[in-house]
Structures are given as C-alpha cells and as structure tokens.
C-alpha cells in the first residue's frame, strides 16, 4: 500500500470510541460513551460524573468499542430506548 497521502508515513491510528454499560447501586444500569474508557471509569468510580455520583459502588460490565465515533453515540443513543434495553439485557450484562 502506498502512504503518498500521509507523506510518506503511515496514516494516523484510528481513534477509538466505546459504549459502556456499568452496573451500579441497587442494581441499575448506567450506559454511556467516551473516547477514553479507562479514564471515564475512573472519574465514575471516584463519584466525578454527576448522573452516577449517587449511585457508588459503580463496576464495568461490558463495554462495546467501534471505530466511529457517530455509530458509537447512535449505539448509545439505542441501548437507552426500550428495544435496545432489551437488547442489552439479553445479551450485554
């Protein structure tokens, strides 16, 4: 493959963007998105994410990753919504 159009180097790494589901206090479930899961999940479990914060202990149960960042949030965007929470009991925690 030719990497004339990165001048000659190799085209830069594909960004990363996850869908994340935790499970938290009693039982309920956060879903969200981020770029940068290990940091997120600290700031979650150190109570620095307000929709979370009251809900410690949080852990991780599953987490989905994708190459771009749109399908990422539209993923996020259906977990959220009734088929998709359906979806995700069945097969993501």
């Known amino acids: 493959m030719d990497n004339a ?4 180097q190799s085209p830069p790494p594909s960004e990363k963007w996850y869908v994340y589901i935790l499970k938290c206090k009693y039982g309920r479930i956060y879903t969200g998105c981020t770029n940068d899961l290990e940091s997120r999940i600290k700031r979650h479990k150190a109570g620095q994410v307000e929709a ?9 149960e599953t987490y989905v990753v994708f190459n771009n960042k749109y399908i990422a949030y539209n993923f996020e965007r259906y977990l959220k919504k009734g088929s998709g929470r359906s979806f995700a009991k069945r097969h993501l925690y």
């Open 52 to 60: 979370t914060k009251r809900l410690l202990p949080v852990s991780l």
């Open 5 to 8: 159009g990165f001048g000659g």
